[in-house]
Structure formats: structure tokens, C-alpha cells
């Protein structure tokens, strides 16, 4: 079957870094995507991967290793607003996202 | 940007009433747009892929004469609720596929809160 795991919830200070990590068992593989949630509100793209290595966007970054299933999103300088989950989601063989349950993260003063 | 926007974005209805969302995509063509649920604290579930100008697929378990779909144009999707039930209260949330390259990305519409009394 398909599978993608992520932690349930994480915390972490603003102002400091936290990384996200998502692994992955799918039937085909088209790129892995990282989106944020905030409650009550649809998906954002944050970060796309299909090669392995890292994508660095501002203050986040998204690392791929497909021979090991693993990605992680990593985010530096935390702020208050980035509390939200984060959800690892694949595109299979059929182009269709499999979606982890998504990581809540919350972040302290 | 790619733009999806969905509407309503809240509605309260009630028991036995049908409800119907709309799912655009603004400023692109979208030959496939799709439907999902979210549960709380739960992770997306797919409903259905809808194709432009073709019957959509229903993934297992989802009542495709419960849950009306249509895609007519290449940048309208429409999800009706029929005979809505308070288990049927739930947050949909509709994508729509750009084919750019390499990159097979699904931009999302801002979803719509259903609440069934």
C-alpha cells in the first residue's frame, strides 16, 4: 500500500530551527511536496522536489533522498506565524498526491 | 499566480438540503480538478478526480450519487452535497492540475465549510 509518515506534532522557540521529516512509500514516484496549513484554511505550496538534494527557499528549506524514501522541510528563524501544520504530500505513478496526516507545529516565545 | 477560488466559502444548511460548491481556476486552464475532505486534525482524503468533459472518478468508499460532480469547462468544477446530512458536515477543499513542464502541480482553492444541521 501507499504510506507517508510524519510526526503528529512538533514544538520548537521562535527564532530558532526545526526540521519536519516525512518518509514515504508510494507506487511510482512524481516529486514530493511540502504544504502549509493554518487552521480553518486550504493548503499553501510551500516547496517542490523531485531530484534529489535541497531546494532552498527563504526561510525554508526541502531536502529529497528518493533512494531512501525521506524528505524533510527545514525552517530557520522561526516566527509566531509559522505555527501551522505542515503537510508532506507524493505524486504517485497515476499524477495523484498522496497526502501524510501532516505535522502541527507550534511554536513558543 | 495560478488562482483556484471555490464558493461559498462557508455555508449552513439544512438537513435534506442540497448544496452546491463551485471550483474555478482563474487565470489557467484546468483539464483536471479535484475534490477533497478534510476531518479534523485528520489529513486530506481525495474524493474524486473530475476530468473536463468526462464522467468524474469517485475513490472507493464515496458516493458518487451523494456527491454530484461536474466539470463542464476547463475552468469550472462544480461538487453538489445532495440531501445533506450532519455527518456530511466537513471542510472541502477542491484543486485544479496545471500541466507546466515537469512540475504536475495541484494549486488549491481557499475550501468551503459545510455545516449540516
Known amino acids: 500500500g501507499q504510506n507517508i509518515d510524519q510526526p503528529t506534532e512538533m514544538t520548537a522557540t521562535e527564532g530558532a530551527i526545526v526540521q519536519i521529516n516525512c518518509t514515504y512509500q508510494?507506487?511510482?514516484?512524481?516529486?514530493l511536496f511540502w504544504y502549509q496549513q493554518h487552521a480553518g484554511e486550504a493548503p499553501t505550496f510551500l516547496s517542490y522536489n523531485v531530484l534529489d538534494g535541497l531546494e532552498e527557499k527563504g526561510r525554508f528549506s526541502s531536502f529529497l533522498s528518493r533512494s531512501k524514501g525521506y524528505s524533510y522541510l527545514l525552517l530557520k528563524e522561526l516566527q509566531m506565524k509559522d505555527s501551522a501544520s505542515y503537510l508532506c504530500a507524493v505524486m504517485d505513478s497515476n499524477y495523484q498526491l498522496i497526502w501524510g496526516a501532516g505535522t502541527k507545529l507550534i511554536i513558543k516565545p | 499566480g495560478a488562482v483556484v477560488s471555490q464558493h461559498p466559502s462557508r455555508v449552513i444548511c439544512k438537513s435534506g438540503t442540497s448544496v452546491k460548491i463551485e471550483c474555478r481556476s482563474l487565470?489557467?486552464?484546468?483539464?483536471?480538478m479535484f475534490w477533497y475532505r478534510q476531518f479534523p486534525k485528520k489529513s486530506l482524503m481525495l474524493m474524486a478526480t473530475s476530468n473536463e468533459g468526462s464522467k468524474a472518478t469517485y475513490e472507493q468508499g464515496v458516493e458518487k450519487d451523494k456527491f454530484l460532480i461536474n466539470h463542464a469547462s476547463l475552468t469550472l468544477s462544480t461538487l453538489t452535497v445532495t440531501s445533506a446530512h450532519p455527518e456530511d458536515s466537513s471542510f472541502y477543499i477542491c484543486s485544479a492540475r496545471r500541466l507546466a513542464g515537469d512540475l504536475n502541480e495541484q494549486f488549491f482553492g481557499p475550501g468551503t465549510r459545510l455545516t449540516v444541521l
Open positions: 508510494t507506487s511510482g514516484f512524481n516529486g
Open positions: 487565470d489557467f486552464q484546468a483539464t483536471t
